[in-house]
């Protein structure tokens, strides 16, 4: 392929996007309820479908072409490690100039279409996402072993970025300066940065990959998308839709690769504009310090928009509501098993009410089934080997530092998923290993505390600040709370997991990242750069 040429047909020939508008104010997407037969029928036959198109081959995608490399990454399904659901290719440090032409001959154009246009092109991919709900739900049960409610969230809070963002962006092209100064007209503008990179995670593979890229994309950039090599093929089905929706070549390429090549490549390029993260603390930080060392020709500071981890506490008062306590600490613990920036790590319980509590949590946490995926269990496995080894090394250092209550084994199965129980220790120090690292899978640690404020300082004693929530029927701890839980998303007599877009604004404080709050009002804002113009009249 003569790639300098494909790049040049890219730039004079933009595909055309009809354009929509949002036709009401943003609604998030109704949950799938799997209980009705017909929902379930649509499902499995989904699930058959999406079978059949498993362990096919995927071409990087730069300035709108295809083409293959020698070295290859496969996906797998974690519940059936056999089974490949893709092969893609292996983007390489060489591959990141190539990608970054690629989006800057975009970018003349891109940034220069109006906003109208950009945001009818997230529209229009929502409804073509919608229209396909249970497809990609299903493709999500193969390649990450989302159970199908955790796959059904995933896919609604796609269309829910791609809806919300469309609408903001809108917005912020009215935006106007706050006072017209006599004898001038003023204008604030909201323009785009440039190229960015894109790299996100593999465990929310649709929403977080495909917001971060829609939020990017709508505010006029271009990006080099770096999805998770566990979950590179529901990206690729992404990056279809935006074509199908009328995305012009070099909006977004697609090049999935290891982050010690061509994702430190992507992030120390001098014409990369910003980095869009969401992963763990560690690369969160490497990202952070390559992006801060200026590079020959780099005429700008990058921005890092960084969304990274969490170790969540649910602080479980006296008065306390016990059984709506208990559910709440196990659906943020043990969702999509534990796999989860915002799910429940460690639950801080007051003295009154512990030894009820764990025997109601015991019993509660028996009750959850673990399995494969498809076959729709409370539980599929966690995603990948070293994922599973790090768990029951965890388990281990449980053993040692608590008393097991639940769990603490991993599930056998003929096809030799990376299943593990739901797993609960008791008795752990507020500075214990449990306590204290991201261990990020289905083991839970249950505090002892004396009193409230006991446990809204056990609550605080961690590196992180993403999520968090406390159970009281006490206003006063509540108001208290507000002002010194230290988190970004702090949840009142409710699980700590489920943010929904526009409601919830995500991100965190500390360690866990920039606070960025996707699906807020402001997200767009770290996408875009203001100017102001005025004119003299």
């Known amino acids: 392929m003569d790639y300098n040429r494909s790049v040049m047909a890219t730039e004079t ?4 996007i009809s354009v929509r508008h949002p036709k009401s104010s943003f609604v998030n997407e109704p949950f ?50 056999s089974q490949v659901v893709g092969i893609h290719q292996k983007a390489e440090a060489e591959h990141a100039p190539q990608a970054m032409e690629a989006a800057l ?21 929502a409804e073509i996402i919608r229209e396909r709900k249970f497809e990609f739900c299903a493709w999500l049960t193969y390649e990450v072993g989302k159970n199908w409610a955790e796959a059904d969230a995933d896919v609604g809070e796609t269309i829910d970025f791609l809806e919300y963002y469309a609408r903001e962006a809108l917005r912020l092209a009215q935006a106007k300066p706050s006072i017209q100064y006599p004898g001038e007209r003023n204008e604030l503008l909201y323009i785009p940065l440039g190229v960015g990179a894109v790299i996100p995670p593999w465990n ?38 935006l074509e199908e929706a009328g995305m012009p070549g070099g909006v977004v390429n697609f090049c999935p690769g290891s982050g010690a090549s061509f994702g430190n490549a992507i992030v120390e390029h001098p014409k ?66 534990g796999q989860k920036c915002s799910a429940c790590s460690r639950a801080i319980i007051e003295a009154p009410l512990y030894d009820v509590f764990l025997e109601r949590l015991r019993e509660r946490v028996a009750k959850l089934t ?32 608590g008393r097991l209550i639940a769990g603490g084994n991993a599930v056998q199965t003929e096809a030799g998923g990376f299943l593990v129980e739901p797993t609960v220790f008791a008795d752990i120090a507020p500075t214990a290993v ?54 970004g998303n702090l949840y009142f007599n409710r699980k700590c997991t489920g943010a929904m877009v526009g409601a919830h604004p995500f991100g965190g ?11 807020g009002p402001d997200y767009l804002l770290l996408f875009t750069q203001a100017k102001s113009v005025a004119e003299r009249l």
Not at 13 to 16: E, I, K
Not at 213 to 241: C, E, M, Q, W, Y
Not at 375 to 398: C, D, F, Q, T
């Open 434 to 487: 449990l306590a204290q690292e991201e261990i990020f899978g289905p083991v839970l640690a249950v505090i002892q505390v004396k009193n409230f404020e006991e446990g809204l300082a056990v609550a605080n004693n961690t590196e992180y600040g993403l999520t968090g929530a406390i159970y009281t029927s006490d206003r006063e701890k509540l108001d208290r709370a507000r002002h010194e839980f230290h988190v």
């Open 13 to 16: 020939l933009p595909t055309a």
């Open 370 to 401: 673990v399995g494969e995926a498809v076959e729709n269990p409370n539980m599929g496995p966690v995603v990948n080997k070293a994922a599973h080894e790090s768990m029951l090394r965890y388990i281990e250092i449980g053993r040692k530092e």
């Open 32 to 81: 799938t309820d799997f209980k009705q037969p017909e929902n379930a029928r649509r499902m499995k036959a989904a699930l058959e479908v999406v079978a059949v198109e498993l362990g096919r081959e995927y071409d990087l995608v730069i300035g709108g072409h295809r083409f293959k490399t020698k070295s290859k990454i496969r996906s797998i399904n974690p519940s059936r490690p």
């Open 204 to 241: 929310f593979p649709f929403a977080i990959m495909a917001g971060m890229t829609a939020a990017a994309i709508v505010a006029g950039n271009t990006v080099v998308l770096k999805p998770s090599s566990d979950s590179p093929t529901i990206a690729a089905r992404f990056v279809d839709v």
């Open 105 to 125: 001959a975009a970018f003349a154009h891109w940034s220069r279409t109006s906003v109208e246009t950009r945001a009818s092109l997230l529209l229009h991919a």
């Open 509 to 519: 404080f500390n360690m866990s990242g920039t606070d960025s709050k996707a699906g």
């Open 272 to 337: 990369t504009r910003f980095i869009a993260f969401t992963g763990s603390k560690a690369v969160g930080l490497e990202i952070h310090e390559r992006a801060a060392k200026t590079m020959l020709g780099q005429i700008w500071i990058k921005r890092t928009i960084l969304e990274m981890g969490g170790k969540d506490s649910i602080l479980v008062c006296a008065d306390a509501d016990l059984d709506a306590a208990v559910e709440g600490v196990v659906a943020s613990a043990f969702g999509f098993s």
